[in-house]
């Protein structure tokens, strides 16, 4: 389990709240002497880890932790679990604990994002030079048929005629290419644009730098809301 943090609970010696640490920060919870002599000092530990799962730990042989009613020094908990401490089963509110818990973003829809930015990306790059290939061939074209039309087309009316029509043809197909070339970087502009939008932290909706979807998650953390990114 790759921990990335972890959270010790347990009675406040003086006062009897609820304490709460977390690296270097304590908080207290609950009125002073809500919290019975029968939960330790340091009671358990709720660690996150950075697919967002979370393992709680029973920190002495001589405390009681319940999960769901049975007893445990280790497992695996969620949401949804009711978790009581020491025999008196003081409970412990899940509404407690996360203000404390980091929040967890799943950012598994911003591959999409990145996937679909790339592949209309790479589309687009393939039809640019297919486009320029056309256009750098074209005049070459123009050159053999006007010199088969004049070598040919007296004697044989009809490839004059020929070669005329594949004039014009590789004449309107070189400035549609043109016309292309130009709406090129726009297209591209607003391709970004649409992805930069839309590459977002679900938590509190700060952009992302448009970067590859590895990359972002080796991020960890959205660097504006410290949500854990989940892929």
């Known amino acids: 389990m790759n921990t990335v943090t972890g959270i010790?609970?347990?009675?406040?010696?003086?006062?009897f709240q609820l304490r709460l640490t977390i690296k270097k920060q304590t908080m207290l919870l609950g009125q002073k002497g809500s919290v019975p002599d029968s939960v330790s000092r340091k009671h358990v530990r709720i660690d996150?880890?950075?697919?967002g799962k979370m393992l709680l730990t029973n920190?002495?042989?001589?405390?009681?932790?319940y999960v769901n009613g049975r007893e445990v020094e280790v497992k695996r908990v969620c949401f949804t679990d009711v978790i009581e401490l020491g025999?008196?089963?003081?409970?412990?509110?899940?509404?407690?604990?996360?203000?404390?818990?980091?929040k967890v973003a799943d950012i598994s829809e911003l591959r999409k994002i990145w996937?679909?930015?790339?592949?209309?990306?790479?589309?687009?790059?393939?039809?640019e030079r297919r486009t320029n290939a056309l256009r750098n061939i074209t005049p070459v074209f123009m050159v053999v048929s006007s010199l088969v039309g004049i070598l040919y087309g007296r004697e044989h009316p009809w490839v004059l005629g020929t070669m005329i029509g594949i004039i014009v043809i590789n004449f309107a197909l070189f400035v549609i290419s043109l016309f292309q070339a130009?709406?090129?970087?726009?297209?591209?502009?607003?391709?970004?644009?649409?992805a930069e939008n839309n590459y977002k932290c679900p938590c509190c909706g700060c952009l992302f730098p448009l970067q590859s979807y590895e990359r972002l998650l080796q991020m960890k953390r959205c660097p504006h809301c410290e949500a854990l990114l989940k892929g």
């Not at 920190?59 to 932790?65: W, Y």
């Not at 996937?115 to 039809?127: A, E, P, R």
């Open 87 to 102: 025999p008196d089963h003081y409970p412990l509110s899940w509404e407690v604990i996360n203000t404390m818990l980091p």
């Open 182 to 194: 130009s709406d090129v970087p726009k297209r591209n502009k607003k391709l970004r644009e649409t």
């Open 115 to 127: 996937d679909g930015y790339q592949s209309q990306m790479l589309n687009w790059q393939i039809k």
């Open 8 to 15: 010790i609970i347990g009675r406040d010696g003086s006062t």
């Open 59 to 65: 920190l002495d042989l001589n405390n009681s932790t």
């Open 48 to 51: 996150l880890d950075e697919d």
